[in-house]
């Protein structure tokens, strides 16, 4: 959600809308990319709600029914088997024989092109925080790219060394997870205020639109803290396990 506006900006639609400027022409162009923008958030939500309600359907009625904990190395086989149990119940022959493998190739390219776009996403967002704190002159393009391509090399050498010091995947996935929950608010009302006070007057949005985000925006705000509020609760026996 936080580099998808980088893309928007370097490589996509901002890109081919251009600059502001005065006119008919501008407005006109950047309603017609932000149609597009919409259409593509629209079909990647419908995505990753599907793919994320499947993952925890199979958890859920695979991995918590055989009483399955993935642990530190063991993280990879354990969810291979979630998926591969499946294929193998309800096929035969080559497809049940390829499915272990298919699914490590497919976890090998999920994972890299993750780590990518984490690594260049969060360069870029904490160039941004040193324009904003005038370490960095905003002006000035080439002290920003190579802030871009230190912070790269910075958080693939941090990544790699905190994986072989911890070797406890879940447990690093849930201190992502974890700063994700506390970026969440803030983006989800800092969305809310570029609506109101970051947006051109010609191609603002209408008030449905507005209204879902107030909806969605506020929602992420208060969900975020009470998931992390009812995760410490269950762990620290405050409220009775669900299951």
């Keep these: 959600m936080i580099t998808y506006t980088y893309w ?12 502001s400027v005065p006119g008919d022409e501008w407005p006109r162009r950047a309603r017609g990319w932000v149609k597009v923008m919409y259409t593509d958030v629209f079909l990647t939500m419908i995505v990753y709600t599907v793919s994320t309600l499947c993952f925890y359907f199979l958890g859920a009625a695979i991995l918590n029914q055989k009483q399955i904990d993935p642990d530190a190395k063991q993280t990879l086989t354990t969810l291979q088997q979630m998926y591969t149990s499946v294929i193998n119940e309800f ?3 080559a497809l049940a024989s390829w499915a ?7 976890a090998f390219f999920v994972l890299f092109s993750t780590v990518l776009a984490g690594a260049a996403g969060g360069a870029r967002l904490l160039t941004d925080a040193f324009c904003v704190m005038r370490l960095i ?5 080439p002290a920003r790219q190579k802030s871009i391509r230190i912070l790269i090399c910075v958080s693939l050498v941090t990544g790699t060394t905190m994986y072989s010091m911890f070797t406890n995947p879940p447990l690093m996935l849930m201190i992502a997870s974890l700063v994700s929950v506390v970026f969440y608010p803030a983006l989800a009302l800092g969305t ?3 609506r109101h006070r970051g947006v051109d007057e010609r191609i603002r949005p209408s008030k449905p639109t507005t ?7 506020l929602a992420l705000a208060v969900i975020s803290p009470m998931v992390v509020l009812y995760a410490l609760a269950l762990k620290n026996g405050w409220l009775p396990s669900p299951v």
Excluded: M
């Design 192 to 194: 809310i205020w570029l």
């Design 8 to 19: 928007c900006v370097e490589k996509g639609y901002a890109r081919n809308a251009g600059e």
């Design 211 to 217: 209204i879902f985000l107030w909806i969605c925006g």
């Design 137 to 141: 002159d905003p002006a000035d393009y």
């Design 91 to 93: 096929s035969t022959g």
């Design 100 to 106: 272990a493998t298919g699914f490590i190739v497919g």
